[in-house]
Nanobody
């Protein structure tokens, strides 16, 4: 069982930056691939970024590639999402998620087993 708690969301102007953190409980954090998804009002949950259990492989949705960076610190049981050059269309609730450690990360929400409660990110124009 893994519990995930996100933090770092807030209100920021377009062009600004935020860093989301996701703290995980348990001693097996290093055995999970981790991901970030987001959901805007009236829209489906969308894959944002993922990182392999070892940190050696990452993936991003095209709309954030080059602006967002996912990273992890297994010693601190924490995964991060650094978000730069934020745009109003990045406004959403951002969710941290954990899934089985596989060779390749996945963009499918069904492949992830544990989810946090989410943190709101609002980007004003």
């Amino acid at each position: 069982q893994v519990q995930l708690v996100e933090s770092g969301g807030g209100l920021v102007q377009a062009g600004g930056s935020l860093r989301l953190s996701c703290a995980a409980s348990g001693r097996t954090f290093g055995r999970y691939n981790m991901g970030w998804f987001r959901q805007a009002p009236g829209k489906e949950r969308e894959f944002v970024a993922a990182i392999r259990w070892s940190g050696g492989s990452t993936d991003y949705v095209d709309s954030v590639r080059g602006r967002f960076t996912i990273s992890r610190d297994n010693a601190k049981n924490t995964v991060y999402l650094q978000m730069n050059s934020l745009k109003p269309e990045d406004t959403a609730v951002y969710y941290c998620t954990a899934g089985p450690a596989r060779a390749r990360v996945t963009v499918l929400p069904i492949e992830y087993d544990y989810w946090g409660q989410g943190t709101q990110v609002t980007v004003s124009s």
